[in-house]
């Protein structure tokens, strides 16, 4: 692309979206010349995955003599890109007045998502200009993941304030100082092999105190359990975020002995309700993906869980307490929460089996980590975690990933389901 105007989008103005390539796949070859950016959430994107060994695609993305000016947050943002993945690089590009409103977020920003695994970089930044009147880096690393570093980024950025010019060469000293992670204690991911669920209140009825409000954003999934033979009903609400448009979201149904059932589509903004017989008893999997909205689901008749399996849980201004079981033998166990950015934080705070709150964490916009041990080890408790706004920035998107333990909330206790071995 050259001599291109990418001008007022709702998102941002060039925006590279990669995840879904692997380092198998073709290698890309991205190339803007002269183009520019004119305000957009960001001016320039560069998405790809970093949650595997494989995850990454190769290739070049290069970005010369580009105009980026006036974008509402960071006007670079590099997700999620493994150092040994795509080289991308930008040559004698100007940035003009980034994210003057939001003054703790910096021109460019790199950013690990929760479920990363391998080291963030392979950036070269050469004779790069940002004219920036606020006081802050010029650079800045949001590490989601906890202990994903960075490495291989390099180039000369100019940063121009007032009167006064500067020039940075992006040493690896300089780079340590400006983009620190954090390492986070090592909890083994909790082995769902060899496992069943039933209700950790068995005499409790579902559903009695309160309906869940939780909006899981994107592709989600949800625990229900079920007695043989029991007439079961439950909803889904979708909500649309922001100004994508409404569409309505596929829902499926796993038994427990893995049969699968595709049910009707979900409306948007209004309860659609299901009704199934229960061949089984057991949990029964809801599957349910709303594209760019969120879901919510409900159940008058059964006891249902928020369930991630494999990565971590993706909400959306979500408050209240939710409630987790951590089986009896457990010695240390962690939740580590992230927000979205600089700009999207949360507050949270660990609670006890008591009700006490054990540690509880403002305006968490990287990782944060809440490490803790059972009260009694020798048996099964039901701790919760409390998630309200921050005190400083925007309560929209954050993650929610447990680790040691089994990966269900539960918006009730009544609701919460523990884990059995299974004979």
Known sequence: MRNCVSENNQG?????????????SPAISIRLENCRAVAGTHSITFITANNSATAGVNGTAEFINCHLAGSEQAAILIRAKPENSARVSFVNCEILNPAARVPAMTPI?????????????????????????????????????????????????????????????????????WMPFRLFKA??????????YEPALPDAKPGAVRRSTARQRGLSEWL???????????TVLVQPVGKSGPEAATVSLSSPSGKLTKMSAARVEKETAYEFQATERGVYKIVCDPLNSTATVNSATSRVCLYAPSSAIHFLATIG?????????????????????AAECLNAALI?????????????SQAYQFVATPKDPSRGEIWSLRLAPPALGAFEDFEVQLQGIPPLLAATREDLLKVVPVN
């Not at 103005?13 to 198998?24: A, H, I, K, T």
């Not at 391998?118 to 200009?129: A, N, P």
């Not at 229900?224 to 439950?234: G, K, N, S």
Request: proline letters at 6%; hydrophobic letters at 35%; charged letters at 25%.
């Open 224 to 234: 229900l359990w079920a007695e043989a033979d029991e007439r079961v009903t439950f």
């Open 187 to 196: 909890i083994p991911r909790f082995d769902a092999q060899g496992v069943s």
């Open 321 to 341: 307490r939710y409630f987790f079981w951590v089986p009896p033998g457990t010695k240390e166990f962690a939740l580590k929460v992230s927000g979205e950015s």
């Open 352 to 364: 006890d089996p008591a009700g006490n709150p054990v540690v509880e964490q403002d305006n968490i």
């Open 12 to 24: 941002a103005s060039y925006d590279f979206v990669l995840m879904n390539l692997r380092q198998e």
């Open 109 to 177: 920003q790199f950013t690990s998502d929760s479920h990363g695994v391998g080291t963030i970089g392979g950036v070269r930044f050469e004779t790069c200009t940002i004219t920036d009147p606020q006081n802050r880096r010029p650079i800045s690393y949001l590490d989601r993941a906890g202990g994903v570093g960075v490495s291989d980024i390099t180039g000369t950025l100019v940063v121009q304030r007032g009167d006064q010019r500067t020039t940075h060469e992006l040493t690896p000293r300089l780079i340590s100082e």
